[in-house]
């Protein structure tokens, strides 16, 4: 029922750019569990002055502008954070970003197939980092790899399959046949009709399987007998 609620909220959002005091009115949402589903999705000063001339209060105006000011905050106080984060990793080594890998692997990757690497996910820069990953590390160029975009029918295919190729660099033969998946209104998110998808990376090769997985298998039994400095 929540994923039903939500998708509706989002609706009215972004298509009637309703307040929050005007969707709570609406559907009976909760204003904490508003700010929770709405928070990624703030009205413009223009669509507010705009809703002001159609009759908005002013208070929910007010509200709005608040809302933006705190968003814009946290993006700021997030862009610091990233800036440290960054100049801290300048320096990270090899063997750190292969560890980083294979435990992406680990998490996201295919492992019942012996022969098969493959690794989902909505995020294009995970894509991406893979993808160089498996150039870098397995010596598996990026002309080796296949893909398979993961899509639902209220989106435009057309222009997804466009986003990702112009993501990854792929060719179009480098693409099999998406996957359009039925939308199920228990478990849909509405806000990702608005993404691109689940990308799903593919690349054959045994001795490469089997190389990725000793290698998450020996890091594993390593970092479980191995003494950590400083702890």
């Known amino acids: 029922m929540n994923a039903v609620l939500r998708e509706q909220t989002i609706k009215l959002r972004l298509e009637e750019n309703l307040s929050y005091s005007q969707i709570r009115r609406k559907l009976g949402v909760p204003k904490s569990t508003l700010s929770g589903w709405l928070k990624d999705y703030p009205l413009t000063e223009e669509k507010i002055k705009e809703l002001q001339r159609k009759g908005w209060e002013k208070n929910q105006a007010k509200i709005e502008r608040y809302r933006n000011a705190m968003q814009r905050k946290r993006e700021l106080k997030s862009q ?41 996910n909505t995020d294009s820069r995970i894509i991406k980092f893979f993808i160089k990953w498996l150039s870098d590390f397995l ?7 296949k893909a398979q975009l993961h899509l639902y029918p209220n989106m435009d295919l057309d222009r997804e399959k466009k986003f990702w190729r112009d993501e990854l660099g792929f060719t179009e033969s480098q ?7 039925t939308l199920q209104k228990a478990s849909f998110s509405y806000r990702e009709s608005y993404r691109h998808g689940t990308c799903s990376i593919y690349t054959m090769g045994v001795e490469k399987k089997r190389e990725l997985m000793m290698a998450i298998r020996a890091f594993v039994d390593t970092y479980m007998v191995k003494p950590i400095k400083g702890v």
């Open 80 to 120: 610091e954070i990233y800036e440290q984060q960054k100049e801290k990793l300048a320096n990270i080594s090899q063997d750190a970003c292969f560890t980083a890998g294979l435990m992406l692997y680990m998490g996201e990757g295919g492992k019942k197939d012996d022969s098969r690497i493959t690794l989902a």
């Open 139 to 145: 010596d598996i160029p990026k002309e080796k790899l």
């Open 175 to 181: 693409f099999y046949k998406p996957s359009i998946r």
